[in-house]
């Protein structure tokens, strides 16, 4: 936006990026807004941008999710407006620092277009240009086909107050989904055999906190043994990690969960590589099963009794 005879350009994006913990899809997950203004907003209100009575924002900071796409997915909201803030400092959610950037606190968050638009308020010109800043809040990832969908796009505007005039508007897409990468590697290709497997864990989202899970779901026929006998963890996994081994039923196939209470040391998260064996038995028939039941799943939890579902194989 030009200012008087020098045109001096106010509130431009230099950085601007979302950051979300969960990379699974549909899952309502913590996210950082990361951004850093070019130049500084106007220092000097409008003209009667006050309205006597009613406390107006200096400054919004507006989140619209699929502007430009008329059918938003499923319908459902990306953001919920009873969990539209979030303190960093006070929640008891596992947190990863933005480096070089400082938290600040929006005086106010309001959720509108049945939550596919957010919109931070402060109500004081805190925002320097050259600074970068992070802002937390909650957001429910799209699904998979509305997130390859080329219009589904993430757009951020500034607005000055009066007037709802956008100062500087930029978008983006998120990053991929799904980022797990895995191998498995079996002791015998026969059918019918019992050997030990190896899983390995080459990327993916880290696991943050003391406590977390690795659950392994294997292909249908597959009986999976993972008592202490059978269980074997390579470096990177915490010596108190255990694992269980759940049978194949008619409502769930078999899957193994590694689990542990603490990672101790300095350590705060769980990255890849890591790995880790269990008892496998293979079925008798040498057919393979193209749908998803046939296939190897990884998924990895933050928290006890797997409670936050943070990433997985595609």
């Known amino acids: 936006v030009a200012e008087g005879a020098g045109y001096d350009v106010a509130g431009e994006f230099e950085v601007f ?31 009667g941008a006050l309205t006597v009575g009613v406390r107006q924002a200096f400054v919004k900071l507006r989140i619209v999710v699929a502007e430009e796409l008329s059918l938003k997915g499923d319908g459902i909201g990306a953001f919920d407006p009873s969990r539209c803030l979030l303190d960093p400092i006070r929640s008891s959610e ?10 600040i606190a929006p005086d106010d ?4 277009d049945g939550g596919f638009v957010l919109e931070f308020l402060f109500y004081s010109n805190a925002m320097a ?5 992070v802002a937390w ?45 895995a191998a498995i590697t079996p002791g015998s290709h026969s059918a019918g055999a019992t050997h ?14 003391q406590r977390g899970a690795v659950e392994v ?22 010596y108190t990690a255990r694992c269980r081994g759940l049978e194949e039923s008619a409502l769930s196939p078999g899957r193994v969960v590694v689990f542990w209470r603490s990672l101790f040391g300095a350590a705060g998260s769980l990255r890849p590589p890591y790995e880790f064996s269990f008892r496998l038995t293979n079925p008798n028939s ?18 006890d009794n797997q409670e936050f579902l943070v990433d997985g194989t595609p």
């Not at 040498?286 to 928290?303: I, N, Q, Y």
């Open 17 to 47: 990026e979302l950051l979300v913990k969960s990379g699974v899809p549909r899952v309502f997950s913590p996210m950082a807004v990361h951004f850093k203004l070019r130049t500084p907003l106007p220092r000097v209100l409008e003209s």
């Open 94 to 103: 596992m947190l990863e620092p933005v480096p070089g950037a400082e938290v």
């Open 109 to 112: 968050c309001v959720v509108m």
């Open 129 to 133: 240009g050259g600074v970068e800043y």
């Open 137 to 181: 809040t909650w957001m429910r990832n799209p699904s998979v086909e509305a997130a390859s969908h080329p219009e589904w796009t993430y757009t951020a505007h500034t607005l000055v107050p009066g007037s709802d005039l956008p100062v500087h508007r930029i978008g983006l897409r998120l990053g991929p989904m799904l980022s797990v990468t």
């Open 196 to 209: 030990r497997v190896t899983v390995t864990v080459l990327s993916g989202r880290p696991i943050y906190g």
């Open 217 to 238: 779901t294997v292909p249908a026929g597959f009986a999976v043994r993972c008592m202490a006998d059978d269980f074997r963890s390579r470096p990177n996994l915490p």
């Open 286 to 303: 040498t057919e393979e099963d193209p749908s998803v039941a046939g296939a190897w799943h990884v998924r990895l939890f933050e928290g």
